[in-house]
């Protein structure tokens, strides 16, 4: 039994992209539909076009800083090593509240659907049992969890081509239309449509997760920025085809209940037939999604364990004959328990807090790496190394500041926590350090 490994290289493109859809999710569409609807005033499509946009630059930086160091550390290696070790690991830190809190997310809402359609089985039930699936099939291997996860984005994919054939259907049924007409429509602010935009930018979370996957992926230079583009422009796709679509056939909608608006809009599209299989869909989804977090959460523990930010024996520990990262995987279904006491809401927060705080620190990493130390400053490199990780930057920036208060305490208080921490374990390494040196003194003969 090591304590330490290397990751096996045995992902594709493909594989790396099938994972990433399964943490964003493409069935979160219906799941934040009311939301999202509610805060553009309707304006759907020019939302999601804007979100895209304004994700795109974020992504761009991300498949940079993947070229430049090919390792599974994603925001944390990449601040570490092109800004400061210190701040790599305030943005490591911060980034575990993302990558811990989307398996209980994952958790808590496949124990709420599944209890509110089995209503005789508590919800506790569900999430433990999901608990343990997840994280026996990633204790198997990474491949496996990948192949698995292909079946359950295509199951998403085709719910949604099906949503978007019965709304072509539809159009039949509305007269004449502008095909422009959703963009045409100018009744909306844009101010209110950049604040739905804000909302649906979370809708393309889990991009980022594929770069924690690197050191399993053939060619990892070239793969993952590449995967990461063609799952940011999949989601575009399945994203506004539809609330194009929609917008076409209902330019004004309202809805019973908000947070059901998906399966509303679902049953008023396709009928009984179509809405009596969302819900299963939409816990195939939410599977997935758990099944990805906890593959990405453990190997982030994985780098942060090699680099001794937490206790090498126990975080870099691999199996030998697996080569999974086995006491993280158990250590990361351990923690999604907290699925069976803590509020929906909460897990929401701490994930939006962590997710926008690596944005931010991964466009900042491309200037101080890419413009900054390396020198690139030519007028092409000038837009590709300054103005758009500027941007990326910018917007993110400005996203963290319309979280509310209590995302942003909770948030600050896990960081005093991370600071506490590297304190302690700072004072307990110059301790040994200084331990040694005695005892080393001590046997040295006197001449």
Known sequence: MTTEGTLRKSLSLYQVVYMGLAWMTPMIYFSIYGIAYENAHGML???YLL???????????????SKVFPTSGSAYTYTKKSIHPYLGFLVGWVLLLDYFFSPIIACLTFGIYLHAQFPSIPAYVWIIGLNIVLGLINIIGIKFSANISKLFVWIQIIFIAVFCFFLFRNLSGVGEIHPFQPFLQTDVPFSTILAGASIICFSFLGFDTVTTMAEETVNSEKTIPRAIMIIIITASILYLVPSFLTQLVYPHLTFVHIDSAGFEIVKMVGGAALSSVFLTVLILAIFTQGLSSVTSVSRLLFVLGRDNVLPKRVFAFLHPK???????IVIVSVVSLLALVISLD???KFVNFGALTAFFFVNISVIAQKYMKERQRSPKQTILYLALPLLGAGFIGYLLSLLDKDALWMGLTWLLIGVVYHLIQKRTAQAKDAAVTIRAARSTPLN
Do not use: R
Not at 54 to 62: E, Q
Not at 322 to 328: A, C, K, R
């Open 45 to 47: 499509t020019q939302a």
């Open 51 to 65: 979100a895209f946009i304004a994700i795109f630059f974020t992504a761009y930086s991300y498949g940079v800083m």
């Open 322 to 328: 697996l080569g999974t990262p086995v006491i993280n």
């Open 346 to 348: 909460n897990a929401v």
